[in-house]
């Protein structure tokens, strides 16, 4: 298990973080370093594989379980599957992301979360989306082929 730090807002710009602050006994404006566990794998796999873009993530979307385990993914549940953490800085910027809690978003490096649960970031994709498999039947201009 490794760690991550984050800064606890400040008092006035959250009604959360002033209870909190108030509770551990600190002013609005102190700064506070908030230490998150991380875990690593319990499997200890090495994820080796770079993903090459965007493209290359919408492929991942009907690929088979036994592949998507191969490279590293891990389930969440029947059709959700979570990105390996050591693909954080390769996820295309803007690329869809749906989260564990169902919320489709857009991947921004450095502003998209990148804790990590048993290795796996907290969002990926869901497998056999229909407006996937359509677009690697076309070309970049959008013509079938």
Same mark, same amino acid.
């Given at each position: 298990?490794?760690?991550?730090?984050?800064?606890?807002?400040?008092?006035?710009?959250?009604?959360?973080?002033?209870?909190?602050?108030?509770?551990?006994? !600190?002013?609005?404006?102190?700064? !506070?370093? !908030?230490?998150?566990?991380?875990?690593?794998?319990?499997?200890?796999?090495?994820?080796?594989?770079?993903?090459?873009?965007?493209?290359?993530?919408?492929?991942?979307?009907?690929?088979?379980?036994?592949?998507?385990?191969?490279?590293?993914?891990?389930?969440?549940?029947?059709?959700?599957?979570?990105?390996?953490?050591?693909?954080?800085?390769?996820?295309?910027?803007?690329?869809?992301?749906?989260?564990?809690?169902?919320?489709?978003?857009?991947?921004?490096?450095?502003?998209?979360?990148?804790?990590?649960?048993?290795?796996?970031?907290?969002?990926?994709?869901?497998?056999?989306?229909?407006?996937?498999?359509?677009?690697?039947?076309?070309?970049?201009?959008?013509?079938?082929?």
């Amino acid at each position: 298990m490794s760690e991550e730090s984050a800064i606890l807002e400040f008092g006035d710009v959250s009604e959360l973080a002033h209870k909190i602050r108030e509770l551990i006994g !600190v002013g609005d404006f102190e700064p !506070v370093k !908030v230490l998150l566990p991380q875990f690593d794998r319990i499997d200890n796999m090495a994820v080796l594989i770079k993903p090459k873009n965007a493209k290359w993530f919408d492929t991942l979307k009907t690929a088979p379980p036994s592949i998507l385990r191969d490279l590293g993914m891990q389930p969440w549940d029947d059709d959700l599957w979570l990105y390996p953490a050591e693909w954080y800085d390769y996820i295309p910027e803007d690329y869809e992301i749906v989260d564990i809690n169902g919320k489709i978003g857009s991947f921004h490096k450095g502003k998209t979360d990148d804790d990590r649960r048993y290795g796996a970031l907290a969002y990926g994709f869901k497998v056999g989306n229909i407006e996937t498999e359509q677009a690697l039947k076309e070309d970049d201009n959008g013509k079938e082929v």
